[in-house]
């Protein structure tokens, strides 16, 4: 399902994108199979365990930005694997949008994420 999604920056622009929200309850994550080619993707995860691996093998040159339960934000990671080989993270982090990479913002002018 395809839903508006907002990112708030510290001085209070807001970016305005179409994305993907996938939501998942299990514990091993290919992620590409959830996306649809380079369009951003929200992931929503929804399971008790304390980590989460997500396979990013195919999801490349993409940007991670992860947030908390009240979709405040909490840090970043780059999928920007070019080789033929494997890759993936595991992270604790249950809120995740998928970007593709460059960005045309400051990560560290991230504020919060709202769904509309």
Same mark, same amino acid.
Not at 21 to 44: A, I
Not at 50 to 72: A, H, K, R
Not at 90 to 95: D, E, M, S, Y
């Given at each position: 399902?395809?839903?508006?999604?907002?990112?708030? &920056?510290? #001085?209070? +622009?807001?970016?305005? =994108?179409?994305?993907?929200?996938?939501?998942?309850?299990? /514990? @091993?994550?290919?992620?590409?199979? &959830?996306? #649809?080619? +380079?369009?951003?993707? =929200?992931?929503?995860?929804?399971?008790?365990?304390?980590? /989460? @691996?997500?396979?990013?093998?195919?999801?490349?040159?993409?940007?991670?930005?992860? =947030?908390?339960?009240?979709?405040?934000?909490?840090?970043?990671?780059?999928?920007?694997?070019?080789?033929?080989?494997?890759?993936?993270?595991?992270?604790?982090?249950?809120?995740?949008?998928?970007?593709?990479?460059?960005?045309?913002?400051?990560?560290?002018?991230?504020?919060?994420?709202?769904?509309?």
């Amino acid at each position: 399902m395809k839903k508006s999604i907002q990112i708030t &920056l510290k #001085d209070r +622009t807001q970016i305005q =994108f179409e994305a993907a929200v996938k939501s998942t309850s299990d /514990t @091993f994550v290919k992620v590409h199979e &959830l996306q #649809d080619g +380079t369009s951003p993707l =929200f992931l929503e995860i929804n399971h008790q365990q304390l980590l /989460t @691996f997500l396979e990013l093998s195919e999801v490349s040159p993409f940007l991670l930005l992860y =947030f908390d339960e009240e979709l405040q934000f909490t840090g970043a990671s780059y999928s920007i694997n070019n080789g033929n080989g494997s890759f993936g993270i595991k992270t604790q982090f249950k809120r995740i949008l998928f970007l593709i990479h460059p960005i045309n913002f400051k990560l560290e002018e991230v504020l919060l994420l709202t769904e509309n």
